[in-house]
């Protein structure tokens, strides 16, 4: 079975500063991949997504994540962060081709923005 | 366009009792989901439905019970609420492809 670590349960970075969240997934083959965003008290959000293709892929809100097959990761990134980004990030695997489609989640890594 | 709503937003229940969670979504897909939260754990799928008339068990099922009652609506019932399914409950559904779409959530306080 698919699952996805995400080692970094809290971070805290400056306004202004870059950002990168790991995500790596044990499965067999390529996975689809995701990465949504949740702010306090709300649902998830989709930031971006991956099933093919180019490797870097692009998001809403300036996120930009790349998908690297020989390490099995797929690191969101930002160049900039904005006091607005501080929310709960969650990585996601689903399966291809068939079967019920359910995502697999990370346990998250809550992003604090500091002035 | 809505997209994904639940109902209710928060819920206390004492344990023992029963509750349904509502979920509708009005983008015409296929299939809906039910998943809870929990700190630490992201998000775990308790059960699926990948047409109308069709329910199956997730990961962590036990406790619950779904009903798919047309392609709009797909209902999670809890028949006897215990302290352990405090949680927040995510409804999602998917259209042909992979992206899943998730409503505001239910918060639920089992005491």
């Known amino acids: 079975a698919q699952s996805v670590t995400q080692p970094d349960i809290h971070i805290t970075v400056s306004e202004g500063a870059s950002l990168e969240l790991r995500c790596n997934y044990s499965y067999g083959a390529t996975p689809y991949l995701f990465w949504y965003v949740q702010s306090p008290g709300q649902g998830l959000q989709l930031l971006l997504k991956?099933?093919?293709?180019?490797?870097l892929v692009q998001g809403i809100k300036g996120f930009e994540a790349e998908f690297k097959r020989s390490q099995s990761s797929f690191n969101l990134r930002k160049p900039s962060v904005h006091w607005s980004d501080a929310a709960e990030y969650f990585c996601?695997?689903?399966?291809?081709?068939?079967?019920?489609?359910?995502?697999?989640f990370g346990s998250g890594t809550r992003l604090q923005v500091q002035p | 366009n809505a997209g994904v709503t639940q109902t209710p937003k928060f819920q206390v229940l004492k344990t023992g009792q029963s509750m349904t969670l509502q979920c509708a979504q009005d983008?015409?897909?296929?299939?809906m989901y039910w998943y809870r939260q929990d700190p630490g754990m992201g998000l775990r799928l308790i059960y699926y439905?990948?047409?109308?008339?069709?329910?199956d068990k997730g990961e962590v099922p036990n406790g619950y019970n779904v009903s798919r009652l047309n392609k709009r609506e797909f209902s999670l019932r809890l028949e006897s609420a215990a302290p352990s399914q405090t949680s927040v409950y995510f409804c999602?559904?998917?259209?042909?492809?992979?992206?899943?779409?998730f409503g505001p959530g239910t918060r639920l306080l089992v005491l």
């Open positions: 991956y099933f093919s293709g180019d490797t």
């Open positions: 983008m015409n897909h296929n299939s």
């Open positions: 999602a559904s998917r259209r042909e492809g992979e992206t899943q779409y």
């Open positions: 996601a695997v689903g399966v291809p081709p068939a079967g019920r489609r359910a995502l697999t």
């Open positions: 439905s990948a047409s109308e008339g069709t329910t």
